[in-house]
């Protein structure tokens, strides 16, 4: 039987960060509500660490392809962007 890749290996990056970030929202919502038990919360806390870990490797990973893309040769020296006012 042949093994198939995880989920997230055919997931878009971009994809998977927003459906990782709209699932941390919903769990602080339900946790703001107050009407979870103290074991839901705890599970609601640990599954947000990961989604919350997750989506910031997500924006490393996408920070360090924006520097690649400005300067192959010595992404470290890239300027960060500066918002135009």
């Known amino acids: 039987m042949a093994k198939t890749a995880p989920a997230s290996a055919k997931t878009p990056p971009a994809v998977d960060f ?6 941390l929202e ?7 509500g107050g009407e979870l038990s103290l074991d839901e919360s705890l599970a609601s806390f640990e599954r ?3 989604l ?3 989506c910031q ?23 960060p962007f500066e918002p135009e006012l």
Do not use: C, N, Y
Request: glycine share 4%; no cysteine.
């Open 18 to 23: 927003e459906h990782s970030l709209d699932e």
């Open 26 to 32: 919903q769990l602080v919502a339900k946790m703001e």
């Open 48 to 50: 947000g660490i990961g």
């Open 52 to 54: 919350f870990r997750h």
């Open 57 to 79: 490797q997500s924006l490393q990973q996408a920070e360090l392809r924006v520097r690649l893309l400005l300067d192959p040769d010595a992404p470290e020296s890239a300027e």
